[in-house]
């Protein structure tokens, strides 16, 4: 990842919390989400590049992140594949699977996890699509794809795959709807 790609990272996640970029100070102060997600893209820069000040870089990134991981409850790895715009709206009990893959302008609320499973139906990582928010509590299991413009309902547990434009609620989780996350998922990039 080079300097132009990190900064297209770091601004698209900021506009999503806020169109008028020009308040990267003040979200970074007040929005936990947003400070995590930060320390979250700026480890994945500085890993990427192969010279000492990014190696340095590198271990003082990772301390702000473990730090900001604890303190808000937040473990989300920094080589997750994550696309542009990534929004944490409320903190607190978040666990995301290093190896999933998450497209851009994910929504991720307070007590989400998206984890493997090493046996049942669908053993594996799961893989978010664009334009997904994932509700309060819920849950994301397996080797299964949740589509594009999916909302996932607060406690819900989904372990099989959810086709575009669906709303899933329930456990097991149940598509009850085709009218997605418009609604859900705003400032969009």
Request: charged content about 15%; aromatic content about 14%.
């Amino acid at each position: 990842m080079n300097f132009h790609e990190y900064k297209a990272y770091v601004l698209s996640d900021l506009h999503r919390y806020s169109p008028d970029e020009r308040g990267f100070f003040k979200h970074y102060l007040l929005v936990p989400g947003f400070r995590y997600t930060f320390w979250m893209r700026t480890a994945k820069y500085f890993k990427t590049n192969q010279d000492l000040i990014s190696t340095l870089g590198y271990f003082v990134t990772r301390f702000f992140l473990k730090r900001y991981g604890y303190r808000y409850g937040i473990s989300i790895p920094y080589n997750t594949e994550i696309g542009f715009g990534l929004y944490i709206g409320h903190y607190g009990g978040i666990v995301i699977s290093p190896d999933t893959m998450i497209g851009k302008n994910c929504n991720i609320n307070h007590g989400v996890t998206i984890g493997s499973t090493y046996g049942g139906k669908h053993p594996g990582i799961p893989t978010i699509g664009d334009n997904v928010y994932l509700g309060p509590g819920s849950k994301v299991i397996g080797n299964i794809i949740i589509g594009n413009n999916v909302a996932i309902g607060a406690n819900s547990v989904v372990t099989s795959p959810i086709p575009d434009n669906a709303v899933v609620v329930g456990v097991p989780g149940r598509v009850i709807s085709d009218k997605g996350s418009y609604d859900y998922v705003v400032n969009r990039v």
